[in-house]
C-alpha cells in the first residue's frame, strides 16, 4: 500500500513526515504545486455545489447533534446524486490530467 496526499503545508509539516517513515508508510511522490491530481478534490467540490445550491440554510445549521444529522442526511443525498457518467469521464480523465501537469513540470493545470 503507497499513501497518497497532495502536498498542501499540514501534509508536509516535518512531524507528519517523520511519523510517515517511522511507520513505514511509502509515500507517493506528488508534484508541489498540482491539487489537480486528485480526483476526490472534484468530487468535494461537487458536492459542496450542490449541497450549497439545494440547501443554502446549512450555512446556518448550528451545532446541536439535530443539525448535525440533518447534514449527514444530506450529505448522503448529494453524494447519491452525483451521476455515476461524471465519476467516470473524471476517471478518464486522469491520462490527460497526468500528461499536464508533467508538461507543466509540477505547476497548476487548467483543470
Known sequence: MTFMQDNAPIHTAQLIKDWLIDTGIPLLEWPPYSPDLNPIEMVWAWLKEWVCDKYPDLKNMGTSQQAFQR??????EGWQSIPQDKINHLIRSMNKRVESVRLARGWHIRF
Open 71 to 76: 447534514f449527514y442526511s444530506v450529505l448522503e
